[in-house]
């Protein structure tokens, strides 16, 4: 508990630190007035409801009506600040969820603190790109899965954990369509027991008493009604019923259209590229050890399959890949924080550990502000990401960047992970 309440000061501490920096230093985003792309959408339902009209705006945007409802009932005369202020409070309680969630699965104290760290002063992580892009919905979805995998990633499920689920899925719900994960992966963990448990009876005995053996370990597993696992899903399904019956989209957009389109259209190559972007060394450090990665996937089922769901979806979701692929950091945390939980620390290991650590700050852009867009810089210098302030902004973007830019990065990358992938083997034999 003691070391909890370390964790979650710090989180607390370095949040504030690195949101006061990023106010003082980062100008906002021009485009739209401050308002972006999708901020358009977010501010003027924020109006309509301020002054009691029926939500209209483009789908899907226009059924996220939670975050606008606040802001506008909280701050009514100054809406893109609502928004800022609300979501940095958001963000400081992420990063303290994360923490959280981090010392339940890793146990050396500096690879939590590292990890949150690393997690706060992401370049593209609100607490940095909040001060440019003010007006998201995303950071209170965050805090909805962050804590919905605090309730499900442990062992059993109890009455209480439904109530839970139940709850952050009724809210979360008005927030953003991804909250509908809980209530997936709750019947995923149940499906899995349930496995298990007949994957147990069946090698434990073959006589008629398998059955109660089974029986008895799914229930001492599963401590709720069967029915009761699909609470969540249900609440998911009226409250989205609800709120599209209320809300009037200007636009005929569909998801399984939109999906089919980004299945044909979005390449292959940028895809890979941007869940690099998106994460950095974080994410090779589990694929340099993919062995240790894979047992301990198949040992947490459920982070597997919230993994695979993201994967999936960042594929077919939308054209912002790399910020759909960061809504795994839960589980890429977890899985990078236990390959440090785990690595002998001996001189040689601990110099290749530098070399990803830099190599994560120079993709973190730690030292860098946001480019605005639109601008007057047309040149690109690329060092695994754009370097400098003087850019195009969506060359930040393998999903939305110019194809040379885009092209040196992913060989750069490429580069990186060989070299990475030759040293670690190097290390393995002289150990």
């Not at 996220?64 to 202020?85: C, E, H, M, Q, T």
């Amino acid at each position: 508990m003691k070391d909890n309440a370390k964790y979650i000061l710090f989180a607390i501490i370095l949040s504030i630190i690195t949101i006061a920096i990023s106010n003082q230093i980062q100008p906002e985003i021009s485009y739209n007035n401050g308002l972006g792309w999708d901020g358009v959408n977010y501010h003027q339902m924020a109006e309509q409801i301020t002054k009691g009209e029926t939500v209209s705006t483009k789908a899907p945007f226009v059924s996220r009506v939670g975050l606008p409802y606040i802001v506008a009932k909280i701050y009514p005369d100054n809406i893109k600040s609502g928004f800022l202020y609300l979501n940095w409070l958001f963000s400081i309680l992420n990063s303290l969820l994360l923490a959280l969630l981090l010392a339940r699965f890793i146990n050396r104290k500096w690879v939590i603190y590292l990890l949150v760290f690393l997690y706060i002063t992401q370049w593209h992580g609100y607490h940095r790109f909040g001060s440019f892009y003010p007006i998201q919905v995303d950071p209170l979805a965050i805090t909805f899965i962050l804590a919905s995998l605090l309730v499900i990633l442990k062992r059993g499920i109890t009455i209480i954990d439904i109530i839970l689920l139940s709850t952050i899925t009724l809210i979360g719900t008005f927030v953003r369509e991804i909250v509908v994960l809980p209530s997936l992966l709750i019947l995923a963990k149940a499906y899995f027991y349930y496995e298990k448990t007949i994957f147990i009876s069946e090698s434990s005995a073959s006589t008629s008493s398998a059955n109660g053996f089974e029986k008895t370990k799914f229930t001492e597993l599963v401590e709720v009604n069967k029915l009761l696992l699909v609470l969540p899903l249900i609440f998911f399904l009226i409250v989205y019923v609800i709120v599209t019956l209320t809300v009037e989209p200007t636009n005929s957009h569909k998801f399984y259209n939109a999906a089919a389109d980004m299945l044909y259209t979005k390449s292959l190559f940028r895809f890979f590229h941007s869940w690099v972007v998106a994460y950095g060394a974080i994410l090779i450090l589990p694929a340099l050890f993919y062995r240790q990665t894979l047992d301990y996937l198949k040992q947490h089922r459920i982070m597997a399959t919230y993994l695979a769901i993201i994967i999936i979806f960042s594929y077919i979701g939308g054209a912002d890949t790399e910020r759909i692929a960061y809504w795994g950091f839960p589980v890429v945390f977890i899985l990078a924080g236990r390959v440090l939980d785990e690595i002998e620390l001996t001189k040689a290991n601990k110099n290749f550990l530098y070399a990803l650590l830099l190599i994560q700050v120079v993709s973190q852009r730690l030292f860098s502000i946001i480019p605005d867009y639109p601008s007057d810089c047309n040149s690109t210098t690329v060092l695994l990401t754009p370097i400098g302030n003087c850019f195009p902004y969506l060359n930040l973007f393998p999903a939305h960047s110019e194809l040379i830019p885009a092209v040196i990065g992913f060989a750069e990358w490429g580069v990186v992970i060989v070299v990475l992938w030759l040293w670690k083997k190097r290390v393995s034999k002289d150990s």
